[in-house]
């Protein structure tokens, strides 16, 4: 499998060199070729793999069909390595959980930090390990982190050989149990940067670090943001496990709402969907920053700055540029890198905003892609979370609930079903469960008092020259 960039570069490249690099030289993200169909036939082996083998087995087929140049036993050794029960709590890894009538909520935060960034970074940690010991090099991996991507790395590279961890975070605006979860850490290759920002400084400073490519080749830096294929692709996986848990035949169709802000999680979906499985719609759940809803329902993506990113109960959706969403809009502009260019590269960085709503592939989102979207509000949450425990004794996030809120509107015909994609434990926000139930959420026993432990972050303007100094610092 050949790997090109969404912006056009000559390059064309394997899995695992894309791995380690992150961004493509032009400043693109990298997608297959094309994607691997899936025919009933397969479909029917993997619903095999799933109920028969487990989830470790059904990873392997679907990397399988992107990843060439890892030996075929060592691939299937590093699924069964990183998806056990021991890991995420239960054999199915992904159980699906039945709400109410035609509704599901797929379970994706069961792992070590409580959130379903967990569900690729654990393989993507094991997969760093592997190649870098294979080639006998280090990795430098900076991130940016609007609350769970952060912890999740950083738990899943804790005590890897040949890797360090800079994560940035906008300072003071995750959850106290978000910034617990990683400033609590004291592993010597674990860096905990809070940038006096939201998170588009984090994420832009992560870019322009990756776009400075001889800083990037001298000091090995990688990433782990959803902008790493690797990480989006492992996302694919619970897609199917999603939808052969749901369906009895190859024949039925289910829709997934996905809360959504930097578009990765459900653009892993759209990858799942062009590759044969069965979904009819992929719908796009926001918050209050509703900049991916604004393009759905009207062709214009217009990012917002710091001053008008809105700090919400959903924290981790608190996103006004979508970093994943270049990989979708090179799809629907027919594959054309030279127009993505323009659009991602020139139109955004002179004006901030473009507007496809006169392209006739514009309907092709909803149409052929399968696209719809809506936003929710705090006071959305709360309701959504009382009623979800009032009526079924369950508790969700925030994040989740925006997701439930919107798929109630979305559900269209009741003979498919509509999953949820759960995206954290209530933990992880107790103040907002706190306010909407009146009580604080359970607490796993391993996260008793993470808020009052020693904490180890370094906090500092949003500067890039300043994230680079720092890195060189540590690197030496």
Known sequence: MIYISTRGHADRKHFCDILLEGLAPDGGLYLPEHYPQVDDAMLTRLRTAYHQQGYAELAFQILSLYIDDIPAADLKALCAKTYTPEVFGTGE??????????????????????????????????????????????????????????????????????????????????????????????????????????FDDCQDIVKAVSNDLEFKRKYKIGTVNSINWARLLAQVVYYFAGYVQATE??????????????????????????????????????NENDVLDEFFRTGVYRVR???????????????????????????????????????????????????????????????????ESGKSTHADRLATIRDTYNRFGVTIDTHTADGVKVAREHRGDPAV??????????????????QALGHAPDRPARFAGIEALPKRVQVMPADVHLVKAYIERHCQ
């Open 93 to 198: 890894i992904v159980p699906l959980r039945h709400l109410e009538e035609g509704l599901w909520l797929e379970a994706l935060s069961n792992g070590p930090t409580l959130a379903f960034k967990d569900m690729a970074m654990q393989l993507l940690g094991n997969l760093f390990e592997y190649e870098l010991k294979r080639r006998g090099e280090q990795l430098n991996i900076l991130g940016a982190t609007s609350g769970d991507t952060g912890s999740a790395a950083e738990y899943a590279m804790r005590g890897k050989e040949g890797v360090r961890v800079f994560m940035t975070s906008p300072h003071g605006r995750m959850s106290a149990f978000q910034q617990a979860q990683m400033f609590s850490l004291q592993d010597e290759n674990i860096h905990n940067i809070a940038i006096e920002g939201v």
């Open 249 to 286: 035949t190859n024949d039925q169709k289910v829709s997934f709402t996905v809360p959504s802000g930097n578009f990765g999680n459900i653009c892993a979906g759209h990858v799942a969907r062009s590759m044969g499985l069965p979904i009819a719609k992929l719908v796009v759940a926001t």
């Open 305 to 371: 700055g710091s001053a008008d990113t809105h700090e919400t109960s959903s924290p981790s959706m608190d996103i006004s540029k979508a970093s994943n969403f270049e990989r979708f809009v090179f799809d629907l502009l027919g594959r054309n890198g030279q127009r993505t260019k323009a659009l991602f590269s020139a139109a955004l960085q002179t004006y901030g905003r473009f507007d496809l709503s006169a392209d006739p592939l514009f309907a092709d989102a909803a149409a052929k892609y399968g696209f």
């Open 417 to 434: 079903p509509m999953i949820v994609l759960e995206t954290a434990l209530p933990i992880k926000f107790a103040e907002t469960i706190q």
